[in-house]
């Protein structure tokens, strides 16, 4: 969230966006039923992350 606002800018710093998005998230995720939904998809994509960046990682490493 935090890097498709900053894209608006033309930043891309990735801890810029994780500073600018995480809180933002967090405000979200307070909404009753709209929040919990948010949350739920945000951890999802973070999982799913995870295995992207090792692969990625490995890559490199080859």
């Known amino acids: 969230m935090g890097?498709?606002?900053l894209s608006v800018i033309n930043v891309s710093?990735?801890?810029l966006g994780?500073?600018?998005g995480l809180p933002?998230?967090?405000l979200v995720a307070r909404v009753p039923y709209v929040g919990s939904?948010?949350?739920g998809l945000v951890t999802l994509v973070g999982i799913g992350a995870?295995?992207?960046a090792l692969?990625?990682?490995r890559r490199v490493g080859e």
Do not use: F, G, Q, T
């Open 37 to 39: 939904v948010l949350a």
């Open 55 to 57: 692969r990625d990682a």
């Open 13 to 15: 710093n990735r801890w």
């Open 24 to 26: 933002l998230v967090a």
């Open 50 to 52: 995870v295995p992207l």
């Open 3 to 5: 890097m498709w606002l």
């Open 18 to 20: 994780l500073l600018l």
